[in-house]
C-alpha cells in the first residue's frame, strides 16, 4: 500500500496543528459558528443530533494493521468503544468531544491517515473495487490511479470551494465492485481495439434525493490524459454548476440540463487548450505502482489439501466459505469477507477489541493488510487456503464470521435518527427487527442474492435508490414511515428501483420485507434470482400482496 513521503506526512501534520488552532480560537469565541463551519467540515466534523461526528478518510478501502490499532486506540479514549464503517470506504466515530478532535488527528497522522476533505463541497475520498489487485476479473490494478488521483484531488486550490461535494471512483475489473456509475465520475479500466488500456469516463451519476445513473462522456482515454481530463470535467462543474440551491448543485443535475452532447463539447472543448499541460508519465504510473506490489505469496499454498478435509466434517465451515470468502487469482489463497452484519449489531460497527483483534489476524493471515466494502464489511484479500479454518475459528469468536456476504442481511444501513441531525427516520432499530425476523440461516440461504439498502433520509447514504429492495425513511407529520424500492442495482447493469405504493408505517416495514421475500420464493423460477425475477414480472405481484390489507 502507498506509503507517505516527507511532503505528504507535513502536509498531514501542518494541517493537523492548523485546525488545532481553528478549534482553540472558536471555543475561546474569537470564531463565530459560520466562521468555523467550513473550517471542521474541511477535516471531517459534523455537529450530529447528540454529539460530534468525525469522519476519517480510508483511501480506497485500503487500510493496515497498524491504522486498525490505533482506530481502536481512538475508540477506547475519545469515543464509546466502537467506530462505524461507511459506504465510501470510511471510518466514522460518533461521539468525540470537539476540543479532543485535534488530539484525534494527531494521532491519525502518525499512522499516515487523516479527515481531510471528507465532509464539504470538495472532491472527496476516491473509492475502488474491494477485491483490486487479487480478483481474478481485473483487467488492471485500478488502486494506482486511486492514489494518483487521491494526491491530485487533496487541497486542490483550483476546485477548494465546489457547487457540491464530488466523488470519483475506480474499477479495473469486468465486475463493477465500485458503484462507478453512481458517482460524480467513474472510471472504468478498458482495453481498446489494440489491446491497450485506458480509461472508459463516466459523468453525472449520484444518488440522494435525485438519482442518476451515470452516463459515458468518452468512451476511451489514453492513460497519460487522466488528470487532465478530470481536471477539464471538473472546471466545467466549477463554472457552470448551480450554487444558488443545494438540492440542484450536483454535477448530475449540470449535465441533465445541459444535456450530454453540449456538456461533453464543453469538456473537451476546455481539455483541448488543456490536455498537455498535467500528462501523466508512464514513469510517474510506474513509481505509485511499486507501492501496490504483489505481497509475496507462497507458491506452495496451492498444494494444500486440508481445505476439501475441514469443509466435509464441518459443515457450518463450509457454509461460511461458501458465502464469505471470493475466488483469488493466486492458486491456493482466498479473499476472505469479515461480516459487520451480525444479527444483533448495527451494520457497520466494529469494538476497539474487535479492531485490535482484526489487527492481529491480518499480520498473520493477511500480510497486515485489511480493506474495506462498499456494503460495510471488512475483506482480508490475501489468506491462504490452508489457514481458512483457522482463522474462521477466530473471525465467529469475535462474532465476525456470520455467513451471510451477498444475502438478505447482509444489509446496507446509514445511522438514521439515533445519530444523524438530517435523518427523518431510524434505521437501525428497524434493521435489527428485520434481522431478528429473518433468523433461520437456511432460508436466508435458500433466497440468495438480495441486497437490502436501508436509508432514514433523502440523502441516501446507504444507496436506497440501488438496493435491490430499497427503504427510505420520511417524515409524515412527526411520525416515522418508509417507503420501499424494489429491482435497484449499483453493479454492472446499475439500474434504480421503482417505488412499490405509498409509504408504510414503522411498525410494518419488517411484515412487507418478508412478504416481498416469500413472494419471490413462491413465483420464482429455478436458479432465478431475485433481481431477474422482478425484470421478469414487474412490481405488482408485490405491491399486490404488500398493498393487500390497505
Same mark, same amino acid.
Given at each position: ?16 496543528? !492548523?485546525?488545532?488552532? !481553528? ?19 474541511? =477535516? ?10 468525525? @469522519? ?52 491519525? +497522522? ?32 485500478? @488502486?494506482? #490511479?486511486?492514489?494518483?488521483?487521491? !494526491?491530485? /484531488? ?37 482495453? =481498446? ?24 462522456? @468518452? ?22 454548476? @448551480?450554487?444558488? =440551491? ?27 487548450? /488543456? ?35 475441514? !469443509? ?22 482466498? +479473499? ?28 498473520? #493471515? ?10 460495510? =464489511? ?83 447514504? +446507504? ?30 447493469? +446499475? ?51 404488500? #398493498?393487500?390489507?390497505?
Amino acid at each position: 500500500m502507498y506509503q507517505y513521503n516527507e511532503i505528504d506526512q507535513k502536509l498531514v501534520d501542518e494541517r493537523v496543528a !492548523q485546525f488545532r488552532r !481553528q478549534t482553540e480560537r472558536f471555543l475561546k469565541g474569537e470564531l463565530s459558528e459560520d466562521q468555523f463551519r467550513p473550517l471542521r467540515l474541511r =477535516n471531517g466534523l459534523y455537529i450530529q443530533t447528540h454529539a460530534p461526528m468525525l @469522519r476519517i478518510a480510508g483511501p480506497y478501502g485500503l487500510l493496515n494493521s497498524k491504522q486498525f490499532r490505533t482506530l481502536a486506540h481512538i475508540a477506547r479514549k475519545y469515543d464509546k468503544g466502537y467506530c462505524h464503517f461507511t459506504t465510501r470506504q470510511n471510518i466514522q466515530f460518533n461521539w468525540p468531544k470537539l476540543e479532543e478532535v485535534p488530539d484525534i488527528l494527531a494521532d491519525l +497522522a502518525g499512522v499516515q491517515m487523516h479527515a481531510i476533505q471528507t465532509s464539504g463541497n470538495c472532491m472527496r475520498n476516491t473509492t475502488s473495487d474491494h477485491l483490486a489487485g487479487v480478483c481474478v476479473d481485473e483487467i488492471e490494478d485500478p @488502486r494506482p #490511479y486511486c492514489e494518483i488521483i487521491r !494526491q491530485w /484531488t487533496t487541497l486542490h486550490p483550483e476546485f477548494d470551494y465546489l457547487p457540491r461535494k464530488f466523488k470519483i471512483a475506480v474499477s479495473g475489473a469486468l465486475h463493477d465492485r465500485a458503484a462507478t456509475q453512481l458517482h460524480d465520475i467513474g472510471l472504468h479500466l478498458v482495453k =481498446n481495439e489494440a489491446g491497450v488500456v485506458g480509461f472508459k469516463v463516466l459523468v453525472g451519476g449520484g444518488l440522494g434525493r435525485t438519482p442518476v445513473i451515470g452516463q459515458v462522456i @468518452r468512451p476511451y482515454l489514453e492513460k497519460k490524459y487522466l488528470l487532465s481530463y478530470l481536471e477539464a470535467i471538473l472546471r466545467i462543474y466549477n463554472l457552470y454548476g @448551480r450554487r444558488d =440551491n443545494k438540492y440542484k448543485a450536483r454535477i448530475k443535475i449540470l449535465v441533465k440540463e445541459t444535456g450530454l452532447e453540449e456538456f461533453t463539447r464543453q469538456v473537451e472543448q476546455e481539455w483541448q487548450q /488543456t490536455k498537455d499541460t498535467l500528462v501523466l508519465t508512464d514513469e510517474r504510473i510506474d513509481a505509485i505502482k511499486t507501492h501496490f506490489a504483489a505481497p509475496p505469496y507462497d507458491q506452495a499454498a496451492a498444494l494444500d489439501e486440508s481445505l476439501a478435509k475441514h !469443509q466435509k466434517d464441518n459443515p457450518a465451515f463450509a457454509t461460511w466459505f461458501k458465502y464469505n470468502t471470493a475466488n483469488h487469482k493466486i492458486p491456493g489463497y482466498r +479473499a476472505v469477507f469479515l461480516s459487520l452484519k451480525a444479527p444483533e449489531v448495527p451494520p457497520g460497527d466494529m469494538t476497539d477489541t474487535q479492531l485490535d483483534a482484526v489487527a492481529d489476524l491480518a499480520d498473520r #493471515y493477511s500480510f497486515s493488510q485489511i480493506r474495506v466494502t462498499h456494503r460495510q =464489511n471488512l475483506v482480508f484479500a490475501d489468506v491462504k487456503q490452508e489457514d481458512l479454518f483457522s482463522l474462521w475459528q477466530q473471525l465467529d469468536q469475535l462474532k465476525l464470521a456470520t455467513p451471510n456476504i451477498g444475502t438478505v442481511t447482509d444489509m446496507i444501513c446509514c445511522p438514521g435518527l439515533d445519530f444523524c441531525s438530517l435523518a427523518n427516520a431510524g434505521s437501525i432499530g428497524v434493521a435489527k427487527e428485520i434481522n431478528e425476523a429473518l433468523d433461520d440461516m437456511d432460508y436466508i440461504h435458500d433466497i440468495g442474492d438480495v441486497k437490502i439498502n436501508m436509508s432514514g433520509c433523502m440523502n441516501g447514504c +446507504a444507496h436506497q435508490s440501488v438496493g435491490h429492495i430499497g427503504i427510505l425513511g420520511v417524515d409524515k407529520k412527526g411520525t416515522e414511515w418508509y417507503q420501499l424500492t424494489l429491482g435497484g442495482s449499483s453493479e454492472n447493469e +446499475a439500474a434504480l428501483g421503482e417505488r412499490l405504493g405509498p409509504a408504510v408505517a414503522k411498525n410494518e416495514v419488517t411484515k412487507a420485507i418478508t412478504t416481498i421475500l416469500d413472494v419471490y420464493v413462491k413465483q420464482r423460477l429455478e436458479e432465478e434470482s431475485f433481481l431477474d425475477m422482478v425484470k421478469r414480472v414487474g412490481i405488482d405481484p408485490f405491491k399486490e400482496k404488500v #398493498y393487500a390489507n390497505h
